[in-house]
């Protein structure tokens, strides 16, 4: 079964920094898609950025990045020039390519951008 | 944009009491689901329904839940007998062609008393 392990419950970051979400999985799987969700406080998910697994270049969405590491199982979002918008709930998921059905979500990470 | 949507916004029930959640997906999308998240955990899967019928389900949706596409646009989960432990924000989401991206609606906050 796959699983999606997020190791930062809370974190925080200046405005106008840089800080990075860690998130890791496990999985048998070749093929399958990685998802980061932002949950603000008005509970509302939110994609904010996707990678496919068999795609090498890392996705990117203006402020929004992540480092995708295959080997690693390792899927990091990195937020720069943060904003005070951007304090919400972080969600790594997982989609299993085939089975496209069943989502697995990490445990989140809650992030609080500080004026 | 379109969006999905849920009514309603907070759901007040008591135990025992049958509860139904409804969902208005993206008017062309084609798959459905459901999700919880009990206060301060991780979002979990529920069900997906496809073409008229759950296409996969989890352990959490026992003999107690149950999805209906009752017309072309609403998407509802019913919960047949209330529990304490059912009080979450239950969320539904939808894809479309690009089946990897579930929009997700803003929930229904769901608290059993």
């Known amino acids: 079964a796959q699983t999606v392990t997020q190791s930062q419950p809370e974190m925080s970051v200046q405005e106008a920094e840089t800080v990075t979400l860690s998130c890791t999985y496990d999985t048998s799987e070749n093929n399958y898609y990685l998802f980061w969700y932002k949950q603000p406080p008005s509970r509302q998910m939110i994609l904010v950025i996707r990678q496919e697994a068999y795609k090498q270049q890392n996705a990117t969405e203006n402020r929004f990045s992540v480092n995708f590491q295959k080997a690693a199982k390792s899927f990091s979002l990195k937020i720069s020039d943060s904003q005070l918008g951007d304090t919400a709930m972080y969600f790594c998921?997982?989609?299993?390519?085939?089975?496209?059905?069943?989502?697995?979500f990490g445990a989140g990470t809650r992030l609080t951008v500080k004026p | 944009e379109p969006e999905v949507t849920q009514t309603p916004s907070h759901q007040v029930t008591q135990m025992g009491q049958e509860v139904i959640l409804r969902c208005v997906p993206i008017s062309n999308h084609l798959y459905f689901y459901w999700y919880r998240q009990i206060l301060g955990q991780k979002v979990e899967f529920l069900v997906s329904?496809?073409?008229?019928?759950?296409?996969?389900k989890s352990e959490i949706f026992d003999d107690q839940f149950s999805v209906e596409r009752p017309d072309g646009s609403n998407f509802t989960l019913k919960i047949r007998s209330t529990k304490l432990e059912d009080s979450a924000m239950y969320f539904c989401?939808?894809?479309?062609?690009?089946?990897?991206?579930?929009?997700f609606g803003p929930g229904t906050r769901l608290t059993v008393t």
């Open positions: 998921a997982f989609m299993n390519w085939v089975n496209n059905n069943d989502m697995r």
């Open positions: 329904f496809y073409n008229n019928e759950i296409s996969e």
């Open positions: 989401a939808s894809t479309g062609s690009s089946i990897y991206e579930q929009y």
